[in-house]
């Protein structure tokens, strides 16, 4: 179970204690409690004031319903979870206020008795949310002797569960793309160093070996990347301050790119239009560089450039690296640094990621007092812009 549901439930069991109680209260009542009109019949109804300005200020939906299914009262957050007005739904049936099929049986198996503490997910009025709703019974105090309790009601707790089924999945989406990650180059190398094996000749070995070396490189930045990332998370990021020239940081960086973009056709150049001198991480700064420069080769074709270039604007080093390649769908942009988030593979990238890269390049930069951004056109190319402070926070 979720901590989101584990929190439902608890919330469930102490609302279904109280609201048994005030429903069978309520029940002659013809108004909704909670609702902000004089009750007609306020000398019959005992208010507890205390009880109902807790349900109003819930960040969860709640709904109360009585042995019939009739809603006898939904606070505000649970008519803008599933969009209906609470004086109209007021003594209508469940489905005519939420219409769930699924949702309607969970509340008949709880008037019977049955237990599901397992909340499920329905989409509220706004498309881009999802809630969890649990269905509980709602009791009135055990009577004498050992009679079971009597089952009052019904009471629906809904809380909103976007944010946790986006990192869910992350999750799956990571374990996906990691496992893609290293079973290609493990399985490149058993092949290669099986081939080695069972040639006597030389010519094999020195075919093969050198790519299942690089096989292994790959495979030993995948999981440094794996560890900065955690180590980014938990806190345990430690800048080491000294004064650089960032020409002297980002030129060997792109000397040691320039085979692979020759290999793949693609122009590599780096361009400094003002010297930056600043004071910060010369190790951290080169993981942007790299992370940078590598996305930039993966999504640019052949005969395309990807330029890397320096400059000083409003006491700021600016890093940009603009590639020609095949740009960034829009609908992704907001997303392209989020952790483990990667864009459709279908695309054409030669070699696919983690989604860990741009997430570690924001890490680090933000980390400098600095900030990072993308701009890209799709079919045009992509320019990421890392600003770093010239004097460290």
Known sequence: MTAGAEWIATGAFVLG????LLL????????ELGDDEAPERAHEIPVDDRFDALVRALPLGVVML????RVRFANRAAAAIFGFERARVRNSHLIAAIPSIDLEHRAQAALRGERDASPFVVSGKNVNRSYAVSVSAMSAPAG????????????LLAEDQTEVLALERARQEFLTNVSHELRTPLSSVKLMLETVIESADDEA????????????????????????????ESGDLVLTITELDLEDVARPIVAAFQPQAAANGVNLELRVLRPAILEADEQRLSQVFVNLI???????????????SLDVQDG????????????????????????????DRSRGRRVSGAGLGLSIVKQIVEAHGGSVEVESTLGSGT???ARVPVVPP
């Open 205 to 232: 070995r020195q075919l093969f070996l050198p790519q299942a070396l690089g096989q292994v490189d790959r495979l030993t930045a995948l999981v440094q990347r794996l560890l900065e990332q955690a180590r980014v």
């Open 383 to 385: 320019t990421f812009t």
């Open 66 to 69: 009585d042995r019939n299914l």
């Open 144 to 155: 004498e002797g050992d009679e079971p309790p009597e089952i009052t009601g019904v009471l």
């Open 17 to 20: 204690v109280a609201a048994g």
């Open 24 to 31: 069978r209260r309520y029940a002659a009542a013809p108004r």
């Open 316 to 343: 700021h080093a600016a890093i940009r690296v603009s590639d020609t390649g095949i740009g960034i769908p829009y609908k992704d942009l907001p997303y392209v640094f989020q952790r483990f988030y990667v864009v």
């Open 294 to 308: 590598d996305n930039a080769l993966r999504y640019t074709p052949e005969n395309g450039s990807v330029i890397v």
